[in-house]
T-cell receptor, first 113, second 114 residues
Framework: DAGITQSPRHKVTETGTPVTLRCHQT?????MYWYRQDPGHGLRLIHYSYGVKDTDKGEVSDGYSVSRSKTEDFLLTLESATSSQTSVYFCAISEGSSRIGYTFGSGTRLTVV | GESVGLHLPTLSVQEGDNSIINCAYSNSASDYFIWYKQESGKGPQFIIDIRSNMDKRQGQRVTVLLNKTVKHLSLQIAATQPGDSAVYFC?????????????FGDGTTLTVKP
């Protein structure tokens, strides 16, 4: 999607290794979110950010950490990947009150073996 | 707790027919409801939203209806086309939530038969 990119698009990693996913936006939006998508669970919020260095947990934050040192970048880190973290990860951005809906990235498919 | 759910996981319609996708929600204190469309291999895409003080909102070929009495939301797609085949999610934004956090339903897969 225009204005938001995720990298990598696909990754296979081994159990116990650290993994960092990157979300980059060019829209200068304040709010950024990380969701994971699994069959039967829809989209579940992992972490979100409401500004540089301002982040908070979502409903499935265990095993994940985030950082936002610049407005345009929101990083999601799996400190020690587990097979249960195999999923598709989506980053989303939002202007906040001026527009309610999100703009999503294309996703990162992560497989932990 | 909050939950947003869709009545049917799959829906198959004939090209040209109208489609109706339903969603039930449990949190009555929600400010907005949103419908997203997700095509295979892509991220969800915003379709239309409706504020909680409205009953109906129309977009291009889509209409969203909100029935707060029974906590029900529906997305109607007129003259369904093959390009409408996708997974559709409803989402809600509860009142006073920080940063407009959305809660998503599990999705309905719409298949359009030619």
């Amino acid at each position: 999607d225009a204005g938001i990119t995720q990298s990598p698009r696909h990754k296979v990693t081994e159990t116990g290794t650290p993994v960092t996913l990157r979300c980059h936006q060019t829209e200068n939006h304040r709010y950024m979110y990380w969701y994971r998508q699994d069959p039967g669970h829809g989209l579940r919020l992992i972490h979100y950010s409401y500004g540089v260095k301002d982040t908070d947990k979502g409903e499935v934050s265990d095993g994940y950490s985030v950082s936002r040192s610049k407005t345009e970048d929101f990083l999601l880190t799996l400190e020690s990947a587990t097979s249960s973290q195999t999923s598709v990860y989506f980053c989303a951005i939002s202007e906040g009150s001026s527009r309610i809906g999100y703009t999503f990235g294309s996703g990162t498919r992560l497989t932990v073996v | 707790g909050e939950s947003v759910g869709l009545h049917l996981p799959t829906l198959s319609v004939q090209e040209g027919d109208n489609s109706i996708i339903n969603c039930a929600y449990s949190n009555s204190a929600s400010d907005y409801f949103i419908w997203y469309k997700q095509e295979s291999g892509k991220g969800p895409q915003f379709i239309i939203d409706i504020r909680s003080n409205m009953d109906k909102r129309q977009g291009q070929r889509v209409t969203v209806l909100l029935n707060k009495t029974v906590k029900h939301l529906s997305l109607q797609i007129a003259a369904t086309q093959p390009g409408d085949s996708a997974v559709y999610f409803c989402a809600e934004i509860p009142h006073n939530t920080n940063a407009g956090k959305s809660t998503f339903g599990d999705g309905t897969t719409l298949t359009v038969k030619p």
